[in-house]
């Protein structure tokens, strides 16, 4: 089973940047793609982005289009979550997990939906203020 920790998380005001981390162990990182998802207080959580593990392909909510990045770096086990323009509205707890693409998956963002295969973790506190 995969542990997870991410971190990097903070507060910054909107318009501002961040870049969060999140370090994989117990499996092979390399063989599984990887995605972010957040949840905001109140609201149920969701997928962000997610990053293939065969060719680096990557795919976006709409909501993160153009303002976030996400890579990873297999020889240190890591996702990375890059933040740029951060939006009020991004306010969040975000997790990383392991993803697979399926169909009729349980995080949908457009017409792709993704199911998660790993513990969640503590995830990490993004605030962005007005």
């Known amino acids: 089973q995969v542990q997870l920790v991410e971190s990097g998380g903070g507060l910054v005001q909107a318009g501002g940047s961040l870049r969060l981390s999140c370090a994989a162990s117990?499996?092979?990182?390399?063989?599984?793609?990887m995605g972010w998802f957040r949840q905001a207080p109140g609201k149920e959580r969701e997928f962000v982005a997610a990053?293939?593990?065969?060719?680096?392909?990557?795919y976006y909510a709409d909501s993160v289009k153009g303002r976030f990045t996400i890579s990873r770096d297999n020889a240190k086990s890591t996702v990375y979550l890059q933040m740029n323009s951060l939006k009020p509205e991004d306010t969040a707890v975000y997790y990383c997990?392991?993803?697979?693409?399926?169909?009729?998956?349980?995080?949908?963002?457009?017409?792709?939906?993704?199911?998660?295969?790993?513990?969640w973790g503590q995830g990490t506190q993004v605030t962005v203020s007005s």
């Open positions: 990053i293939s593990y065969i060719n680096n392909s990557t």
């Open positions: 117990g499996r092979t990182f390399s063989s599984y793609a």
């Open positions: 997990n392991v993803v697979r693409a399926k169909s009729g998956g349980y995080y949908c963002s457009g017409a792709v939906c993704y199911d998660t295969f790993g513990s």
